[in-house]
T-cell receptor, first 110, second 116 residues
Framework: QQPVQSPQAVILREGEDAVINCSSS?????VHWYRQKHGEAPVFLMI?????EQKGHDKISASFNEKKQQSSLYLTASQLSYSGTYFC???????????FGTGTKLQVIP | GAVVSQHPSRVICKSGTSVKIECRSL??????MFWYRQFPKKSLMLMAT?????????EQGVEKDKFLINHASLTLSTLTVTSAHPEDSSFYIC????????????FGPGTRLTVL
């Protein structure tokens, strides 16, 4: 089953924060986060491998709640370059096979 | 490092013809490669997983005889869409994972296939 992301779409003004949630019906081994610009392949943002793990770089961070089979991506002080569609990817078996979530379209406006 | 290339980036073909898409890992050995298909405004859907030297594992609903995958070396996997039809028009993306064990996948730039 495909992980469900929320919200489906969000519009932010530069400098605002956003949270994107990813929820799976299966137990998770790891969660990946990607950003995709229109017409391009996804770009890897980060992997979370352990329940409760949090990671981040620049102003983008993520958390992984293994018990709840959920992950959240946090974008703070958004920039125009953050615009794109964000996908979580979940790995339930530890075999690197990633199932992509439904996607969240983020648009940052001046 | 960790660059994956795909060729061609765009292809237009007539209905009934076959199209081959190459996926190469340029600076690392890819033990496993994955093929995805993405329709407009939709998520990526995994088609198959290929391991070097063995047969690909296809996801449910993906026709093995239509989408032929070959992973002949640690740096090259190919996807051949046989007897293509307009409904096969899509964005095909490959990814590769190496031997580092950190589960990261590196994506190719994608191939846009249009079948007329």
């Amino acid at each position: 089953q495909q992980p469900v992301q929320s919200p489906q779409a969000v519009i932010l003004r530069e400098g605002e924060d956003a949270v994107i949630n990813c929820s799976s019906s299966k137990a998770l081994y790891s969660v990946h986060w990607y950003r995709q610009k229109h017409g391009e392949a996804p770009v890897f943002l980060m992997i979370l491998l352990k329940g409760g793990e949090q990671k981040g770089h620049d102003k983008i961070s993520a958390s992984f709640n293994e018990k709840k089979q959920q992950s959240s991506l946090y974008l703070t002080a958004s920039q125009l370059s953050y615009s794109g569609t964000y996908f979580c990817g979940t790995d339930s078996g530890g075999y690197q096979k990633v199932t992509f979530g439904t996607g969240t379209k983020l648009q940052v406006i001046p | 490092g960790a660059v994956v290339s795909q060729h061609p980036s765009r292809v237009i073909c007539k209905s009934g013809t076959s199209v081959k898409i190459e996926c190469r890992s340029l600076d690392f050995q890819a033990t496993t490669m994955f093929w995805y298909r993405q329709f407009p405004k939709k998520s990526l859907m995994l088609m198959a997983t290929s391991n070097e030297g063995s047969k690909a594992t296809y996801e449910q609903g993906v026709e093995k005889d239509k989408f032929l995958i070959n992973h002949a070396s640690l740096t090259l996997s190919t996807l051949t869409v046989t007897s293509a039809h307009p409904e096969d028009s899509s964005f095909y993306i490959c990814s590769a994972s190496g031997t580092s064990g950190n589960n990261e996948q590196f994506f190719g730039p994608g191939t846009r296939l249009t079948v007329l």
